[in-house]
């Protein structure tokens, strides 16, 4: 018979479950662990859905035995088991950790049935056998979090036909108090992602609708919002293919919301300056310049715009130091404003205005190409090229 030591297996358990956010992933590995380091039949956990107000078999396996489809299962709070693990007064243990062991049932049912008082527990005993019956297990174990029944560990018989010992039992008792604080903590993890993701679909539905109400402001430039950030998309994914040019996932999502919003000053300008059919004067065109700084002043208290308010500012920025509202040069300039600068003037140059004629997409990328270096950033505009190129600009 193979000794196995039980303290280091609960060790090696306890750190791999800290690094699992998952709760369905965590539960597989424990059931896992279990059938592979005890050597049981089969293993199955039920788990509290919160939102059901039941216990669910999550997950079951084992070599032979049970083996039932998730969710298949379900306990609810009157079901003799569940009952029985969440007595107030529960005395219920055949070991000092709250474990039952169905093999000792019929022992407590018959020191129950000589105590009157008692009838009721012993009845419920009796159910609960009938329980363990139909689950074929041979050890349950509870699991518990702040005194709530958080799940119940059900275990088949041992493969070898022994049955389980002490140190066995004390294992799975550990166990099931380092599964309930893992379980409870990669729920809130879960929860936090969800909270997070809700959060984050709220907050670029607002971006959307502060985006309509710039193009509503400005007539025409109506739908330039919405291209600028298809165009600027399509080039950050371009770069993610570029050696000299390290991206992450989170660029991209900062890009999405800086392009959505980079004219946003302008709701703070004249709208008989933004409309105006004629050519701007000095005076007027000084004003249109003021439309980052305003951006700028519109979003800097909202924490999660840090990053995307660089492309705010500094999108009317020059490679060779000429542009605005500072004048920095080369790679002075985030490259998240870089992107945009080139998408925007591409698509001002392409959409038609009462003042001039829209250059064909051919000319317009002729003039991003001439003035890169210049104006534009050379690797950016060799994205954007490239794009243009392959048709998908």
Request: charged content about 30%; overall charge positive; aromatic content about 8%.
């Amino acid at each position: 018979m193979i000794q196995i030591d039980y303290k280091k297996e609960l060790e090696s358990a306890a750190k791999s479950m800290i690094l699992v956010h998952n709760p369905e992933t965590l539960i597989k590995m424990i059931v896992r662990t279990i059938v592979q380091k005890v050597r049981v039949k089969h293993a199955g956990i039920l788990l509290y859905d919160k939102t059901r107000n039941t216990y669910v078999l999550t997950v079951s396996g084992g070599k032979t035995g049970l083996k039932i489809p998730k969710g298949l299962v379900r306990l609810d709070p009157d079901n003799p088991l569940i009952k029985l693990f969440t007595l107030k007064n529960r005395d219920l243990s055949t070991t000092d950790d709250g474990v039952l062991v169905s093999s000792k049932i019929d022992n407590l049912i018959w020191k129950n049935s000589l105590i009157k008082t008692k009838e009721d527990y012993r009845n419920l005993l009796e159910k609960v056998k009938e329980q363990l019956s139909i689950f074929e297990a041979a050890t349950c174990i509870p699991s518990y979090f702040q005194e709530s029944l958080l799940g119940i560990l059900l275990l088949g018989e041992k493969l070898s036909g022994e049955v389980f010992q002490k140190d066995e039992l004390d294992f799975f008792a550990a166990l099931a108090s380092d599964v309930a604080m893992a379980i409870r903590n990669a729920q809130l993890f879960e929860d936090l992602q969800v909270e997070l993701q809700t959060n984050r679909e709220l907050f670029i539905n607002t971006t959307l609708a502060l985006a309509a109400a710039i193009d509503a402001k400005d007539q025409y430039t109506k739908g330039h919002t919405e291209r600028v950030t298809h165009y600027t998309v399509l080039i950050v994914e371009k770069l993610f293919f570029y050696k000299e040019i390290k991206l992450s996932p989170k660029f991209l999502e900062n890009l999405h919301i800086a392009s959505l919003l980079h004219d946003i000053g302008k709701i703070a300008i004249p709208e008989h300056i933004l409309n105006k059919p004629g050519k701007l004067t000095d005076s007027e065109f000084a004003k249109i310049k003021e439309h980052p700084q305003r951006g700028v002043k519109i979003l800097e208290h909202i924490k999660e715009l840090k990053q995307a308010i660089l492309g705010v500012k500094y999108h009317h920025e020059r490679f060779d130091g000429r542009g605005y509202p500072e004048g920095i040069k080369g790679d002075e300039i985030p490259l998240i404003a870089a992107v945009i600068s080139v998408a925007d003037v591409y698509d001002a140059m392409t959409t038609e205005r009462p003042y001039r004629k829209a250059l064909s997409k051919e000319a317009a990328v002729k003039e991003i190409k001439k003035y890169s270096g210049t104006q534009f950033n050379p690797i950016v505009t060799r994205a954007f090229v490239e794009l243009c190129e392959e048709g998908k600009i």
